[in-house]
């Protein structure tokens, strides 16, 4: 029963941590944030993120949306600009289940470990940057960054981009400690 327990929790620990975004957040202290009422895209920094023209898109069509959603308009006259940058990670996991049949080796000092299994994985971390950079001062002002697997599967990347923006986000405005 014991052994069942702790595999139950493995597999929900590893479940659960493919789906979560982990988010950190930054900003400046003396900003206010209540006077930023309007955005635009910084290009220059968008253009020199390393990923493909369609996720940027997904991700500048996230940002856009959460942004409109928190009362944001777009302007051609911003008060914040809003660049982003990105990195990538490959993770390679390695399970090792060395239960065999047998007696054990507590019990029999001549048990040979018969059984067991190893499954390695692969997936790909990303970490998205979201700069809102004041528009007059061309200062940086606040910076959130999200954490979380990617998904090769094309039918899922603009929910998979709308879940890390949403998250990272949600962190926008900061609020007073």
Same mark, same amino acid.
């Given at each position: ?69 928190? $009362?944001?308009?777009? @302007? =051609? ?9 990105? !990195?990538?990670? +490959?993770? #390679? ?50 910076? $959130?960054?999200?954490? @979380? =697997? ?9 929910? !998979?981009?709308? +879940?890390? #923006? ?12």
């Amino acid at each position: 029963m014991r052994l069942f327990s702790l595999l139950s929790l493995i597999l929900i620990i590893t479940s659960t941590s493919c789906v979560t975004v982990r988010v950190a957040s930054d900003y400046d202290k003396q900003a206010n944030f209540n006077t930023y009422k309007s955005f635009a895209f910084y290009k220059p920094g968008i253009d020199k993120a390393e990923i493909s023209d369609l996720d940027k898109k997904r991700i500048l069509r996230a940002i856009e949306a959460d942004m409109t959603a928190k $009362g944001f308009t777009k @302007s =051609a006259t911003p008060d914040v600009l809003i660049s982003i940058f990105t !990195k990538t990670k +490959e993770n #390679v996991n390695v399970y090792q289940n060395n239960f065999g049949w047998g007696y054990g080796w507590a019990w029999n000092p001549w048990y040979w470990g018969v059984g067991g299994y190893h499954t390695v994985t692969r997936d790909t971390q990303g970490t998205l940057y979201i700069d809102l950079i004041d528009a007059s001062k061309k200062e940086l002002v606040w910076q $959130g960054m999200g954490t @979380s =697997a990617l998904t090769n599967d094309t039918n899922r990347k603009q929910e !998979k981009m709308n +879940e890390i #923006v949403g998250a990272i986000l949600e962190k926008y405005p900061p609020q007073a400690n």
